[in-house]
């Protein structure tokens, strides 16, 4: 897709100046700028929606009845889904 964008001199002048900084071509910051704009502006997802895409909605089997344990073994869940490294415990 062709896309014409008007700059105003100044900019146009600072653009080209970062461009050749970074060594890269204009339409390839264009793009990425807009790549990141539109993923920026996507519908994010409800915390439900997270919930059930990480297995934590519907029947569990072997859940523990709601109370106490019921709340260890959705802290347990998530960290068992969170991506990186684990994180420390914290004593109490």
């Given amino acids: 897709m062709t896309l014409t964008v008007r700059l105003d001199p100044e900019l146009e002048r ?7 900084l970074k060594r890269a071509a204009k339409s390839a910051i264009v793009s990425q700028l807009i790549r990141d704009y539109v993923r920026a502006q996507a ?6 929606e997270l ?22 073994y959705i802290r347990g869940k998530l960290r068992q889904r969170r991506p990186g490294k684990p994180r420390e415990r914290r004593p109490g």
Avoid: I, K, W
Avoid at 43 to 48: D, G, N
């Fill in 14 to 20: 600072e653009f080209a100046a970062l461009c050749g």
């Fill in 51 to 72: 919930a059930e895409a990480m297995g934590l909605v519907g029947v569990q089997d072997r859940a523990p009845a709601a109370g106490r344990d019921h709340s260890r």
């Fill in 43 to 48: 519908p994010r997802q409800s915390a439900f």
